[in-house]
């Protein structure tokens, strides 16, 4: 009993690194350690092993905090005292370091913020005219200019956002039926298949985002040239964009309203075909006429 009690005790004794897997008797210089409450041979650890798989599991990171694989018991680290100077130097590192990401995120809004504030200004010129928008502009509060510009954009995104020919189509959908003039000029052919198909969201899409935001962006100027174009008799620059701007969306929602009917339709009248059993007996027997 007392001899395996001894033997038992020997075996929890005898040193075995779980990195390395080398023992006492491999090499007798190394330091060795127990960084953690695990028992027998386990629990002991060459120290240089030990730091390499810290290194490994920090990644250069000296703040992260490193447990044992199998107890999960935290290492106790400790890095040597530092001089004054260099206590100081690590403290402003910590704070840039933990400032820097606030720092960035402040340098972006505000770049975006006077981008805003700029196409704002100019597209206040553009709708108003290059002279009456300068003069609107000096004359008006800064304050309000630096709150009203941004908000330009902001507006012409939101409005882009609004899709109001989805609730045309609708009501179209719904009404096109008692209306003989509209089906004679767009013929509905639901002979096929009555079924109402899934259609896809396009809100996550980036592509559709980007989409939005351009034709946000650039419709004060598509409003400018199709006022020029339409109503180049009057003679007013911000009445004449503001007509022009109706009629470009007027005439664009109906375009894409009538679109979108059309790929409605044909998502309803489309027909799975039968599979083509000829050229599948033909495949099939292929094969047999090489054996």
Do not use: Q
């Given at each position: 009993m007392a001899m395996s009690r001894a033997h038992s005790q020997d075996e929890e004794n005898r040193r075995s690194c779980w990195v390395c897997f080398a023992t006492e008797e491999d090499d007798r210089?190394?330091?060795?350690?127990?960084?953690c409450r695990c028992r027998g041979t386990t629990k002991w650890v060459h120290q240089c092993c030990l730091q390499r798989w810290i290194d490994e599991k920090q990644k250069g990171n000296t703040t992260t905090?490193?447990?044992c694989p199998q107890c999960n018991t935290e290492y106790l680290i400790v890095f040597p005292t530092l001089g004054p100077v260099l206590y100081v130097m690590d403290v402003v590192d910590r704070i840039i370091y933990k400032m820097c990401p606030f720092v960035a995120?402040?340098?972006?809004?505000?770049?975006v913020y006077w981008t805003a504030v700029t196409y704002g200004a100019v597209t206040v010129m553009q709708v108003l005219g290059h002279k009456e928008g300068l003069n609107v502009m000096e004359r008006a509060d800064p304050l309000f200019l630096l709150i009203?510009?941004?908000?330009i954009p902001i507006m012409l995104?939101?409005?882009?956002?609004?899709?109001?020919?989805?609730?045309?189509?609708?009501?179209?959908?719904?009404?096109?039926?008692?209306?003989?003039?509209?089906?004679?000029?767009?013929?509905?052919?639901?002979?096929?298949?009555?079924?109402?198909?899934?259609?896809?969201?396009?809100?996550?899409?980036?592509?559709?985002?980007?989409?939005?935001?351009?034709?946000?962006?650039?419709?004060?100027?598509?409003?400018?040239?199709?006022?020029?174009?339409?109503?180049?008799n009057v003679q007013s620059n911000f009445q004449r964009t503001l007509l022009g701007g109706i009629a470009f969306i007027t005439?664009?929602?109906?375009?894409?309203?009538?679109?979108k009917q059309q790929q409605y339709l044909r998502q309803i009248n489309r027909v799975v075909l039968d599979f083509p059993e000829e050229e599948a007996g033909g495949q099939q027997a292929q094969p047999s006429s090489h054996q």
């Open positions: 210089d190394l330091p060795w350690t127990r960084p905090k490193v447990s995120g402040g340098i972006f809004i505000g770049s009203g510009l941004p908000t995104i939101l409005g882009k956002m609004v899709r109001w020919e989805d609730y045309i189509l609708r009501l179209w959908r719904k009404h096109s039926s008692k209306l003989p003039l509209l089906n004679y000029l767009f013929s509905e052919d639901l002979s096929r298949n009555v079924r109402t198909p899934a259609e896809v969201s396009n809100v996550s899409d980036p592509m559709s985002a980007t989409r939005v935001l351009c034709g946000a962006l650039i419709l004060p100027t598509i409003a400018t040239i199709v006022g020029k174009l339409m109503y180049g005439i664009k929602g109906v375009l894409k309203v009538y679109y």
